[in-house]
């Protein structure tokens, strides 16, 4: 569940663009998923933003990333959404190319995600990149990479 939090010293910047601290009279939303376990520990699982949906089905993207460790070792990698024309949603894989790396091929990938979730973790497409696409701050261009899956070289 998404985890939601009350405090007097949350910092109202952080539900409104200027502020001070300030209690709010309703729950901040964290966008974090965790759970409570029998001792009262709060555990956290992961973003909210890191689910979506394929044929209905819930898909964690870090949950597959996770399983997918053992076997793209060396090699940067994501699984994102993609539109697809019957589904809706896809799982795609984008795989930085390390020419000095062996890579694994693609068939053992989809085994490993076979044997650890279900069939709707399976990525329909898989693709090669050269070089992941970062924004100016560094961080991974996940919106361009998701649009424009179609023009990257397809893992074989």
């Known amino acids: 569940k ?3 939090t009350e ?17 709010r009279k309703i729950p901040f ?10 001792d009262g520990f709060l555990w956290l699982k992961g973003r909210l933003v890191d689910n979506f949906k394929v ?8 949950e597959i990333e996770l399983t997918l460790k053992n076997i ?6 994501i699984i ?3 539109k697809h024309d019957i589904l809706g949603s896809c799982c795609a894989l984008f795989v930085e190319d390390k020419v000095e790396k062996k890579k694994p091929p693609l068939i053992e990938i989809i085994a490993v995600i076979k044997g650890n ?11 090669l ?10 961080k991974l261009n996940k919106q361009f990479m998701m649009i424009n899956h179609f023009n990257y070289e397809k893992y074989r």
């Open 2 to 4: 998404q985890i939601k």
């Open 7 to 23: 405090s007097r010293f949350l910092y109202k910047g952080y539900f409104v663009a200027s502020g001070k601290f300030e209690k």
């Open 29 to 38: 939303n964290t966008g974090d998923i965790g759970f409570f376990d029998r």
């Open 55 to 62: 044929s209905g089905l819930k898909v964690n993207r870090k």
């Open 72 to 77: 793209l070792i060396d090699f940067n990698f």
């Open 80 to 82: 994102l959404p993609v």
């Open 117 to 127: 979730h279900s069939s709707s973790c399976i990525p329909v497409y898989s693709y």
């Open 129 to 138: 990149l050269k070089k992941m696409p970062l924004l100016s701050n560094g």
